[in-house]
């Protein structure tokens, strides 16, 4: 049985530490002393290695490295992120990776040392360990030992869930197990940022009640933020991290990368693969996960891989002429930016953000920096100026596209009078440039979306014919409001409706077809929501019987229709029912997804039948 002697102190007000020896006889092997000249730092030492504790970083000598749990939303190395399996970061001390054989190559010089500010930005920003071993197996030259660990451990240390999860006397018990050295003896250091790990829990506590963050909730995280000195970086990977890890959102984005893992390693994206990422795109954006997490991936596995069968030359070829054009040399040629080039610079940049091709985006960076070094050069003003110009309507693009998106496939968005204005500011400056551009660029291809809702569509119909009305001087920002604040309500509790509705039909009502037992139910369901405070009153007629009609019809579907599309791989006849049904798109494929489930069926024949019509 291993044994250990554990240590528990700060290295500072913000820095907590654990100092673990573990093997046999650890409590002769236990080494640590503290610097009466110095007494802010505690020295932990063994044969050959040494671990200084102190108040702004640590230093180390010897073997043994450092590993953390990734955080999701940084740069990963890609062979890493190519495997599910992989979720640890593992740092050997002295080692570098020789890029032109593809290998590790290990020296002897392994001290250093390193601040908490670059220990918490390069690796977790809440907690890293480091560690060091002595044993039989571990003595010679030092490379040799380096090389040893990695050997032996490196594999365990990657995959190991236990990192993660924080669960010492686990990794412990691999580590000891794995060495198998009945003289090994394993020494652990685990440095926890305190300031952190509060800003995280807290977040994970408000984001995980109901997957959003209230204005009042993300002003109380930003002032304890600026309490603790967390700068906006941190802060932003934690927040992605947490939200990573929340199971609605780690499965939507888990598969996302199965698909561009298997992509990455053929080294083309075909028709049919593109279409499901779509998909989980705009899965995304109804789940309210943020965009930076497919960002992440789409850069690290989808980079320079062929697009199979997707017709982007034409409108990358357009965008680098228009940008290029700004930087001529020869003064005779005019190189201003017409309204002409800006309509194709605007359409290029919709057919990029529905393919994800980030080759525009990098063209437009590319061109702001030459932008940059020609101005410096001395270049003429009308540069900057044609560049500013460009940059001004892709600000708007961005604003509009991203509220509209949001009111079409986001639940509970927040409406209010100056998302309005700003949207009508926008409408004008875009309709400025041609007649309708705004319905061409926002309004026409949200409703061509499978996965638009019922609600979706109400809320954007409403917007549309608002804003026109406003422009007409009909219809007032404040009257616009109240038509959208009403359907958000209507959605809202429609929704609240159909989850107590199949509550209580699951729990209590074996019929609910005669208009008695509906009334029944009704009646009950009002007086249990005006008590929780969700509803004052009775509850609307046309919300109630539209939540009924759901259910009924999700009885049909899942007892009827699916069972015969799943035996028959009909993909029409799932088709004809999402057509007809009136059901949204992403409420059916939930149930689905939770049919092959709890039948322990296989998705990706689930899968197949929804490509069969893709």
């Not at 044969?47 to 043994?64: A, D, L, Q, W, Y």
């Not at 040799?144 to 686990?170: C, F, M, P, T, Y």
């Not at 599309?565 to 798109?585: H, K, P, Q």
Request: aromatic fraction near 12%; proline fraction near 2%; charged fraction near 30%.
């Amino acid at each position: 049985m291993f044994k250990d002697i554990r240590l528990h102190g700060y290295a500072n007000e913000q820095i907590e530490f654990y100092a673990i020896t573990a093997g046999t006889e650890a409590y002769n092997r236990y080494f640590f002393n503290t610097d009466p000249t110095d007494p802010d730092e505690i020295r932990f030492f063994s044969p050959g290695n040494e671990f200084v504790i102190g108040r702004k970083g640590i230093t180390h000598r010897g073997n043994g490295g450092s590993f953390c749990e990734y955080m999701f939303g940084v740069d990963q190395p890609i062979a890493d992120l190519a495997k599910e399996e992989v979720s640890n970061r593992l740092i050997i001390y002295g080692t570098h990776y020789d890029h032109r054989t593809g290998t590790l190559k290990f020296s002897d010089r392994t001290e250093g040392y390193h601040s908490y500010d670059k220990i918490f930005f390069d690796g977790n920003a809440i907690f890293n360990y480091f560690f060091a071993l002595t044993g039989s197996a571990f003595t010679g030259a030092m490379h040799e030992q380096q090389e040893r660990i990695v050997k032996v451990l490196g594999k365990a240390l990657k995959r190991s869930d236990a990192v993660g999860e924080e669960q010492d006397n686990l990794i412990i018990d691999e580590i000891l197990n794995i060495v198998d050295d009945p003289g090994a003896h394993l020494f652990l250091f685990k440095l926890i940022n305190i300031k952190h790990r509060e800003y995280s829990d807290r977040f994970k506590t408000l984001y995980f009640n109901n997957k959003k963050i209230t204005d009042s909730d993300f002003q109380t995280l930003a002032a304890l933020a600026e309490r603790y000195g967390i700068d906006r970086y941190q802060q932003e990977r934690i927040r992605i991290d947490v939200m990573y890890k929340h199971p609605d959102n780690r499965r939507i984005v888990d598969e996302y990368r199965k698909i561009l893992i298997a992509c990455n390693r053929k080294g083309e994206i075909n028709k049919l693969e593109n279409a499901r990422l779509t998909r989980l795109k705009t899965l995304s954006v109804r789940n309210k996960i943020p965009g930076a997490l497919f960002y992440t991936l789409d850069e690290m596995l989808k980079k320079d891989k062929k697009l199979v069968d997707l017709e982007e030359s034409n409108y990358i070829s357009e965008t680098r002429q228009i940008l290029e054009g700004m930087f001529l040399s020869e003064r005779h040629i005019e190189s201003t930016i017409e309204p002409e080039d800006m309509l194709k610079l605007l359409f290029a940049k919709k057919q990029a953000a529905e393919n994800r091709d980030h080759a525009f985006e990098e063209m437009l960076l590319d061109a702001s920096k030459a932008c940059d070094e020609k101005i410096r050069d001395g270049a003429d003003i009308s540069i900057l100026e044609g560049y500013s110009y460009i940059i001004t309507y892709f600000d708007r693009y961005d604003a509009t596209s991203s509220a509209i998106n949001q009111l079409a496939f986001m639940e509970n968005v927040r409406i209010s009078e100056e998302m309005i204005r700003s949207l009508l500011g926008n409408k004008s400056a875009f309709d400025m440039l041609a007649p309708d551009l705004f319905t061409k660029l926002f309004i026409s291809g949200i409703f061509e979306d499978k996965y638009l809702g019922i609600y979706g569509r109400k809320k954007v119909t409403t917007l549309a014919a608002g804003l026109k009305l406003i422009e007409e001087n009909r219809l007032t920002t404040t009257a616009l409001l109240e038509q959208l604040v009403r359907i958000d309500n209507d959605e809202r509790l429609y929704l609240t409706l159909l989850e107590h509705v199949k509550d209580r039909i699951r729990n209590f009502y074996s019929k609910y077809a005669t208009k008695g037992d509906q009334d029944a139910l009704k009646k009950e369901l009002a007086e249990e929501l005006n008590h929780k405070k969700i509803l004052s009153g009775d509850i609307p007629a046309h919300l109630f019987q539209e939540a009924i009609l759901t259910i009924k019809k999700e009885a049909v579907y899942i007892h009827n229709l699916l069972p015969q599309i799943i035996n028959e791989n009909n993909c029409l006849l799932r088709e004809d029912f999402l057509e007809n049904s009136g059901l949204d798109r992403f409420y059916v494929e939930e149930l689905e997804r939770e049919f092959f489930e709890l039948n322990g069926l296989n998705l990706e024949d689930l899968y197949q039948i929804r490509k069969g019509f893709n």
